[in-house]
């Protein structure tokens, strides 16, 4: 038996089970060539230490961002939609319109 990701000759897609199966068989395919075609322009994945902690490093662009989004806090209604709210925001205006 193959590689998981080597083409297995010996073992045909059974083309009478569907065309569902015909279908998942060249996505598949055609998802394995994509990333061969990856694999030889970037070179192979590199795994470093998974138990290793991760060096979050800030920048002026983040620092910035930090800073805007200061402002807002995160409100989340009944149906449990979140919304950013502006920290200083008066709340809703109401205006009658009556005549």
Known sequence: MPHWNQEASAVPLDLNA???VEKVGRTLKGFM????????????????????????????F??????ELEH???EVDAEGHHYAVRKDDPGAQTTDYSV
Request: no cysteine; hydrophobic share 30%.
């Open 18 to 20: 569907g065309k569902g």
């Open 33 to 60: 060539h994509a990333t061969e075609r990856l694999q030889a322009v970037f070179g192979p994945a590199t795994q470093g230490d998974v138990e290793a902690p991760v060096v979050h490093k800030h920048d002026d």
């Open 62 to 67: 983040e620092s910035a961002s930090e800073e």
């Open 72 to 74: 807002f806090e995160v």
